[in-house]
């Protein structure tokens, strides 16, 4: 499975799955340390969920430990100095 997260705005991500959006990443809070959430947008059930999500929502101290979960996906970011932060997640 080859994910990749693309960020709409500061803090919030579509996660792409086969060029499929299937989840939501977000971060919450408003002052570190925040909460990263990965939500996926459909309720399956349990065996038909895309790994590694065993639960609709998962959440994470921060978005590099989220994207280890995820295995390293690439980001593209909106930033036009930073094409994507794959390097440094």
């Known amino acids: 499975m080859t994910y990749r997260l693309i960020q709409l705005a500061p803090g919030a991500y579509d996660l792409f799955l086969n060029e ?9 809070g408003l ?3 925040y ?8 309720d399956l ?14 959440s994470f101290p921060s978005l ?5 979960w995820l295995g390293h ?9 930073t094409t994507s932060l794959s390097a440094s997640v």
């Open 31 to 33: 002052r570190q340390p």
């Open 64 to 68: 590099e430990e989220l994207c280890a």
């Open 35 to 42: 909460k990263w959430t990965a939500e996926l947008l459909e």
């Open 20 to 28: 499929i959006i299937v989840a939501s990443v977000v971060r919450s």
């Open 45 to 58: 059930p349990r065996s038909k969920r895309p790994l590694p999500f065993r639960d609709i929502e998962h």
């Open 73 to 81: 996906p690439p980001v593209k970011t909106n930033n036009r100095h």
